[in-house]
């Protein structure tokens, strides 16, 4: 049997973010075409603690672990990309905290509440549990689907795609065992089953079964339901929600069954809007993020075919 490795990424404003066991690279191209890189030691809180590594549970941790990282590591590369200047340096925090505010609650509307809304306004489905979020679920996903058609159309967001590819071609290129070069990793797909895309989709998913079910108590115990009510106990739920997604997609790719198979598709079609052919020097950077991230044990470690065991 293969070996299994914990091996992610993320794409970042001109570069790559990759994490391996105990650390964390991120690799980004300045303005200059020079490849910078920023290297930090990292361990989960699921490998610290035994509370925290529980099915489910630690679904939870690392979604928040992800984006945390994510943001500070997307915050670094924009500051080398496009370096502020002035009096824009000074109000960095500020701005930030502004920034995930803005976009938790933004995301909270456009996949949470609106579809609620739309589905308790127009279709007289409240009362019914299993349909009422079978309805909305099919706007949220409908909602996801169409928010990533539109920023895909927007050019920096092109370019980020093609780093998603370049990330997912390099993490494929390391699994292989083959030797990690440009030319390698371009012989490889773009789209990848551990992907956070995926991810998100099969999230979107749970959320449909987990919600009817929490509504159905709901309506059982106190003989009503709302949308108010059902966003009370819904958004609570979200970190649950996203567990439960974290472990089925493990299942999903380590599974051949039929079903399983099945839940791979949306997230591997989603890929196509989500991922995009990288060019080399793209590659380039992917390659570096990686080799960085492991360090010096890298050469002990290349040239194996392993089972990675992150989302990226």
Not at 19 to 28: C, D, Q, S
Not at 62 to 91: C, H, R, V
Not at 142 to 162: G, P
Request: hydrophobic content about 50%.
């Amino acid at each position: 049997m293969k070996p299994a490795i914990l091996v992610g990424g993320q794409a970042v404003i001109e570069g790559v973010m990759m994490r391996v066991p105990g650390a964390v690279a991120t690799a980004v191209r300045d303005p200059k075409g020079k490849i910078l890189i920023k290297r930090k030691s990292f361990s989960s809180i699921t490998e610290k603690s035994s509370f925290w590594k529980k099915p489910v549970l630690r679904g939870a941790a690392s979604l928040f672990e992800a984006m945390k990282l994510g943001y500070s590591t997307l915050q670094w590369s924009a500051d080398i990309a496009a370096p502020p200047e002035g009096p824009n340096k000074k109000q960095g925090k500020l701005a930030d905290i502004f920034t995930i505010v803005l976009s938790v609650g933004l995301a909270l509307f456009l996949f949470l509440i609106l579809p609620m809304w739309i589905t308790t306004k127009f279709l007289n489905v409240e009362k019914d549990a299993l349909w009422f979020n079978m309805i909305s679920g099919g706007f949220r996903i409908s909602f996801f689907v169409i928010y990533l058609a539109l920023i895909s159309l927007l050019k920096d967001v092109r370019r980020l795609f093609q780093y998603h590819g370049s990330e997912h071609r390099v993490v494929y290129n390391f699994e292989s065992g083959k030797e990690l070069t440009i030319q390698n990793a371009q012989s490889f797909p773009t789209q990848h089953p551990r992907c956070g895309t995926s991810f998100l989709f099969i999230v979107l998913l749970s959320a449909i079964l987990i919600f009817a079910l929490v509504d159905t108590v709901i309506i059982s115990v106190i003989g009503t339901i709302s949308l108010p009510i059902r966003l009370l106990f819904h958004i609570p739920m979200i970190p649950i929600v996203s567990g439960i997604g974290y472990e089925v997609i493990k299942l999903t790719v380590r599974k051949e069954s039929l079903l399983f198979r099945l839940l791979r598709k949306p997230g591997i079609w989603l890929q196509n809007i989500t991922t995009s052919y990288p060019e080399d020097d793209m590659v380039e950077v992917a390659i570096e993020a990686l080799k960085s991230a492991f360090g010096d044990e890298y050469k002990k470690i290349s040239g194996k075919k392993y089972i990675a065991e992150a989302i990226g």
